[in-house]
């Protein structure tokens, strides 16, 4: 699922930098690049398609990129560019305004504006993922994607749940995840509802939002919140609705929508979380009833129980025939 653009040791040391700049122009945005040191240049672009957006890694070495002008008249994709750092320093000179960013933050900037952009860290790779977002596929105004642009801080509300989701969906497809096509485009979906809550609430209208892209952003933020508590045995439906000030009617109208119940949720993610500690050898000394516990099963009966019938099979088996494999 992920397509390799480049890989820098499979390129001459004399073409890197050049092959950098030609695949980022094709897959992402033009613009005139510069580094310090072509001859030592290092990077690679791996990217994943998401239904109508696409998610990339870039990994390079420190460089500074302009698009002017003259760029954006002669190649606007009209796209949005959401850049989470994952290693290094960003500042983004949008001519008024300047940003910058650090591990764990979010930069922002548009193909329809001029920009220049600095990637520093001392002596190694910037590392980013990048959500490319078509702009017409947005349910927002377009003249509020502009007041998006720059740095977006990564708090504890939707921007942290797009961080997550872009750091969890390219690290299960590294660790070998199989995504099928409808999959994928229910994540591009996700994001593109995550995203334009953030532009809605910058713009300070998101009662301006489809109510099913308030719904899925909100479900977003849900899902994110029972992935952190898994582990507490006291995690409820009531828990779910009080961490968002909704009733419990309306937490359960959200999920019916899709097909299933809070509590069905929970469940089904806590024995995911325990297949994959059954599988992982680096936990094969640990007791079963202890991995049920890790996860919130107070019970190792009713562990047992639930496992069997999400897997068809009890969870020593389980684990024995991971282990043989």
């Known amino acids: 699922m992920i397509h390799t653009l480049l890989r820098g040791e499979d390129v001459a040391v004399e073409d890197r930098f050049d092959q950098w700049c030609e695949i980022v122009a094709r897959n992402l945005q033009d613009s005139d690049v510069s580094t310090q040191h072509p001859e030592g240049f290092r990077?690679?672009?791996?990217?994943?398609?998401?239904?109508?957006?696409?998610?990339?890694e870039l990994v390079y070495s420190p460089l500074t990129s302009r698009r002017s002008v003259a760029h954006v008249r002669r190649h606007d994709t009209q796209h949005l560019h959401i850049h989470l750092i994952i290693r290094g320093?960003?500042?983004?000179?949008?001519?008024?305004?300047?940003?910058?960013?650090?591990?764990?933050?979010?930069q922002v900037n548009g193909s329809w504006h001029p920009y220049t952009g600095h990637a520093l860290v001392p002596g190694g790779l910037v590392k980013q993922l990048t959500l490319s977002v078509p702009r017409p596929a947005l349910p927002v105004p377009l003249r509020w994607t502009d007041g998006f642009l720059g740095r977006c801080p990564v708090g504890a509300g939707t921007s942290a749940v797009l961080a997550g989701l872009l750091k969890d969906t390219f690290g299960a497809l590294d660790r070998g995840a199989d995504l099928h096509s409808h999959e994928a485009a229910q994540l591009g979906n996700a994001a593109l509802c995550l995203v334009s809550a953030l532009i809605a609430h910058r713009a300070g209208g998101p009662a301006a939002l489809p109510t099913e892209t308030r719904r899925l952003a909100l479900l977003q933020r849900i899902h994110a919140f029972i992935e952190a508590h898994l582990a507490d045995p006291a995690l409820c439906p009531q828990a779910v609705a009080d961490a968002?000030?909704?009733?419990?009617?309306?937490?359960?109208?959200?999920?019916?929508?899709?097909?299933?119940?809070?509590?069905?949720?929970?469940?089904?993610?806590?024995?995911?979380?325990?297949r994959q500690d059954l599988t992982d050898p680096r936990l094969a000394a640990r007791p079963i009833h202890a991995v049920a516990a890790r996860w919130g099963f107070a019970h190792p009966a009713d562990f047992t129980r639930a496992f069997h019938t999400a897997y068809a099979m009890p969870p020593s088996e389980y684990r024995n025939a991971a282990m043989r494999a």
């Open 43 to 56: 990077g690679s672009v791996r990217a994943v398609a998401l239904g109508t957006v696409q998610l990339a």
């Open 89 to 106: 320093t960003t500042v983004l000179d949008l001519g008024r305004q300047q940003h910058t960013a650090s591990a764990g933050e979010i």
């Open 244 to 274: 968002h000030h909704l009733s419990l009617r309306h937490l359960h109208r959200i999920f019916q929508q899709d097909g299933t119940t809070v509590s069905t949720w929970i469940r089904r993610r806590r024995l995911e979380r325990c």
